[in-house]
């Protein structure tokens, strides 16, 4: 035993000494070990949010894609895409399901790589690439035509989805959406945290922490000018900041002005009943170059500007949004 003892202390003094020889490995050691410690800690609390949030609605199986779907009410279908970092429960918080469900057969997904969603690696998720998606998901959920709302990123997808799909979209509704390119700051930014291999150990490290403390400013930033709505309280942080999220944010940030260059090239195309919402008071979006110049270049479109709105508009003026959805279902039927 003691024999034993004296090697162990043999062994540690070595250690030290290399480390005091070798100040840069030890600093690497250091640095690995943090690393390593963060990432396990941001595990935890990913597997704590998903135990804590579990899946409230069903399954759909579509080229090898788990989608996670909520499904409510009766009538003409209505399906709902939510932007960029979010999930399901942004529009039930909202309390959009609930009142879009009194007349409407609606469907809410989560997006590939939000909320329960799977997002495979081995395809990068253009709003194509997911319209090709949904369009198979529909044929499982037996929707034929459906009247298509998507909110900022999730727009993009509605539209991709009406370009490419035309015969299973009876209209649109785009609230808050980005459709034109332009120089976008937080698109470089996200570019390393999209990165394989670099990306990963970046949103199993760094991107959880530095969700949690830019939460608060984030909040004031899309929902601005006006306060954080109490309602928002149902919507679940932690799994917003979960490594998986942050790195499917960062590629759909990524792609943001690519996929904007490519899609503006189709909009002339849409001939679909198209009702365009923009808050006023957008702080990510020049809403005068996106929500009115796409108005100039749809043919059946409306545009409504909903004054003293941030970019959060199913949440600060979700009734608006859903005067939009009975609108467009009357143009249907004109």
Same mark, same amino acid.
């Given at each position: 035993?003691?024999?034993?003892?004296?090697?162990?202390?043999?062994?540690l003094?070595?250690?030290?000494?290399?480390f005091?020889r070798?100040?840069?490995?030890?600093?690497?050691?250091?640095?690995?070990t943090?690393?390593?410690?963060?990432?396990?800690a941001n595990?935890? +609390?990913?597997?704590k949010?998903?135990?804590?949030?579990?899946?409230?609605?069903?399954?759909?199986?579509?080229?090898g894609? /788990?989608l996670?779907?909520?499904?409510?009410?009766?009538?003409? &279908?209505?399906? *709902?895409?939510?932007? !960029?970092?979010?999930?399901?429960?942004? $529009?039930?918080?909202?309390?959009?399901?609930?009142?879009?469900?009194? !007349?409407?057969? #609606?469907?809410?997904?989560?997006? &590939?790589?939000?909320?329960?969603?799977?997002?495979?690696? !081995?395809?990068?998720?253009?709003?194509?690439?997911?319209?090709?998606?949904?369009?198979?998901? $529909?044929?499982g959920?037996?929707?034929?035509?459906?009247?298509?709302?998507?909110h900022?990123? %999730?727009?993009?997808?509605?539209?991709?989805?009406?370009i490419r799909? &035309? =015969?299973?979209?009876?209209? +649109?509704?785009?609230?808050?959406?980005?459709? $034109?390119?332009?120089? /976008?700051?937080?698109?470089?930014a996200? =570019? *390393?945290?999209?990165?394989?291999? *670099?990306?990963?150990?970046?949103?199993?490290?760094?991107?959880?922490?530095?969700?949690?403390?830019m939460?608060?400013?984030?909040?004031r930033k899309?929902?601005?000018?006006?306060p #954080? &709505?109490?309602?928002?309280a149902? $919507?679940?942080?932690?799994?917003?900041?979960r490594?998986?999220?942050?790195?499917?944010?960062?590629?759909?940030?990524?792609?943001?002005?690519?996929?904007?260059?490519?899609?503006?090239?189709?909009?002339?195309?849409?001939?679909?009943?198209?009702?365009i919402?923009?808050?006023?008071?957008? /702080? *990510?979006?020049?809403?005068?170059?996106?929500?009115?110049?796409?108005?100039d270049?749809?043919?059946q =479109?409306?545009?409504?500007?909903?004054? %003293?709105?941030?970019?959060?508009?199913?949440?600060?003026?979700?009734?608006? +949004?859903?005067a939009?959805?009975?609108?467009?279902a009357?143009?249907?039927l004109?």
């Amino acid at each position: 035993m003691a024999f034993s003892q004296t090697r162990s202390s043999a062994f540690l003094s070595d250690c030290l000494a290399a480390f005091r020889r070798y100040p840069a490995i030890a600093a690497f050691a250091g640095a690995a070990t943090l690393v390593a410690a963060t990432a396990i800690a941001n595990r935890h +609390l990913a597997d704590k949010a998903q135990r804590d949030n579990p899946p409230r609605g069903r399954f759909i199986d579509v080229d090898g894609v /788990r989608l996670h779907y909520v499904e409510r009410g009766n009538g003409r &279908p209505l399906v *709902l895409f939510h932007g !960029n970092g979010s999930m399901i429960q942004d $529009f039930e918080s909202s309390g959009l399901i609930d009142l879009a469900a009194e !007349n409407y057969r #609606v469907i809410v997904f989560d997006r &590939p790589g939000f909320g329960h969603s799977l997002r495979p690696r !081995n395809v990068v998720w253009t709003p194509e690439a997911q319209a090709d998606l949904f369009r198979k998901a $529909f044929d499982g959920l037996g929707v034929q035509r459906a009247i298509v709302l998507g909110h900022s990123w %999730g727009a993009s997808v509605a539209v991709a989805l009406a370009i490419r799909h &035309p =015969s299973f979209v009876e209209a +649109l509704v785009l609230a808050s959406g980005y459709y $034109f390119p332009t120089a /976008r700051a937080d698109a470089v930014a996200s =570019s *390393l945290s999209a990165t394989p291999a *670099l990306g990963d150990i970046i949103s199993y490290t760094v991107s959880p922490i530095l969700g949690r403390l830019m939460w608060p400013a984030m909040l004031r930033k899309v929902f601005g000018p006006q306060p #954080v &709505p109490g309602k928002f309280a149902g $919507f679940p942080k932690e799994m917003a900041v979960r490594p998986s999220q942050l790195r499917a944010s960062a590629g759909e940030s990524t792609l943001m002005v690519p996929a904007a260059f490519a899609s503006s090239k189709t909009y002339g195309e849409l001939d679909m009943p198209t009702i365009i919402l923009a808050g006023e008071n957008d /702080r *990510l979006i020049d809403i005068d170059e996106q929500s009115a110049r796409l108005h100039d270049e749809v043919k059946q =479109s409306k545009l409504h500007r909903i004054a %003293g709105a941030g970019h959060m508009i199913q949440q600060s003026a979700t009734r608006d +949004l859903m005067a939009a959805i009975d609108e467009a279902a009357a143009e249907t039927l004109h």
